[in-house]
C-alpha cells in the first residue's frame, strides 16, 4: 500500500512541476525567453508546468543573472523557502560562468558557488524549447529522487 | 437506525460527498483550465492534471513560517475541509443524498460560508502582508456576493415554503427557477475566485492571495477545499433542473449536462474579462446584485 503511494507521488512529481524565477542581476534577456515557454506557440502546460508567484508553492527554481553581490543572500534565502523536494535550473551563460561580465568584482559568477545547480540551459539566452526540455528533464530528475538536493537529504 | 448511519457515512464519503466531490471538482478544474487554453490558442493541461497537482503537494514538505501557530497553520484547511464534504453530503444529487431534514439548506448555507472564513484567518494568521490584503479583499466580497447568494435561496425556499433542499430538486421547472440559477450564477463567479472576481488570490498582484505561506499538505488541502466547493456550488445549481424527470439516469444526465453548461458560461466570463478593483466589484454586486435579489424575489413569488 505504502508502495503504491510512492509510486503515486513520484509519479505526480514529474506530472506537476511548478516552477518559480529569480532573476540575479540578469540583463532579462532569460526571463524574456521564459514568458514564452507559457504562450500558445510552447504552452508549457501541457506538461503541467505554471509559473507560481510564492517560492513556497514552487518545485523548481529558475535562476537566471550572474549572481550579483547584492543578490546572494536573496537567492540562498529564496532557495531555503521551496519546500524539498526541489530542483534548481540555471539559465544562460551568465550563472555558469559569469558571461561577458566574468571577473567583475561586483558578481559572484557562478550559481554552484550559492546553491546546489540540477541542470544549466546553454545560450544566451537559450531558446525557450531548451528551458521546457530543462523543465521536463527536472521534473523526471524529482521523480527519480536525483536531484542534488534530494541525493545530500539522502546522505544526510 | 443502523442502516441509516450507514448510509449517512456512504453520503459523506463517497456519494454525493468526499469521493465524488473530489472526482467531479477535479474533472471541473480541468475542463476549466483546458477550456481558456483553447480559448487562447493553447493546448492545455492533460486530463488527470489537478489529481497530480494535488497528490505532488501532498508529497512535500510543510515549512511552517516562523512565529506562526502551528495548531491553527494545520486547523484551518482541515476545517474548511471537513465543512465543505458536509455540505456536499446535504446536496439533493440524483439518487438522492441520505442526509436530509427540514432546514438543511440553511446548514448547507453555514457550512459553505465555513471556507471563507478559513481562508480570511488563513489569511491573517500566516503574518504575510500580501495574505493580508487577500484576506482583507476576499472578506469585503464575501459581503458582496452573498446578497444575491443568500436572496435567491431564501425566494426559492419562500416559494417552495420549505427549507429543505431535496424539495428543490423535486420542483418543478419554471421562469423563477431560471432567475434563481441566473442570480446563482452571478455569486458563483466571486465564489470561485475567476475573473473578473479573482480579486482576493490575485496572482502577478499580490503574488498568491492568502496561500502565500501554505505549502505541501495544508495547501493541498485547500486545493482540494476549493475542488469540492466548485462541485457543490455548481451542483447546487444543476439540482434545480432535474425536477420534472422520473428516472435517475435522466436526472443524472440533466445533472452533469447542466454542470456542464455552467462550467463553460463561468470561463467563456473568466476568458473575456479582466480583474476589477474589489471597490467596482463590491458596487457591481450592490446594484446588480440587488436587482437580481429583487427580480429574484419577484419572480419566485409573483410568477
Redesign the interface.
Known sequence: MSSIFTKLINLSRRRSPWVYRINAGSCNGCDIEVAPCFSPRYDGEQIGAILQGSPKHADILLISGPITLRTRDIVKDVYQQIPSPKAVIALGSCPASGNVFAGSPTIVGSAEAVIPVDLYVPGCPPRPQAILEAIQMAAKLLEKGETRSQKEAQNA | MLNWWLRAILSIVIWPGLLAGAVSGWFLLWMS?KFI?QL???????L??P??????L??????IPKGVNRFMFFALPVISLVSVVLALALLPVPGGSAISFEGDLVVLIYLLEMPVLMDILAGYVTRSVYAQVGATREALLSLAYNLPFLSALIALALRLKTFQLSNFSAAPISIATVVVAAALFLALLAQLKVNPFSIPNA??EI??GT??????LP?ALFELTHALELSTLVGLIACLFMGPFASIWLKLIIFLLVAAVVIVMVNVVAAGTARLKVQHAFRFYWTWGVAASVLVFAAALLL
Open positions: 483550465r487554453a487562447q490558442g493553447r493546448q492545455g493541461p492533460p488527470y492534471q489529481f497530480f497537482d494535488f497528490w505532488k501532498v508529497g512535500k514538505k510543510t515549512i496572482e502577478q503574488v498568491a496561500y502565500i505561506e501554505y505549502n505541501g495547501l
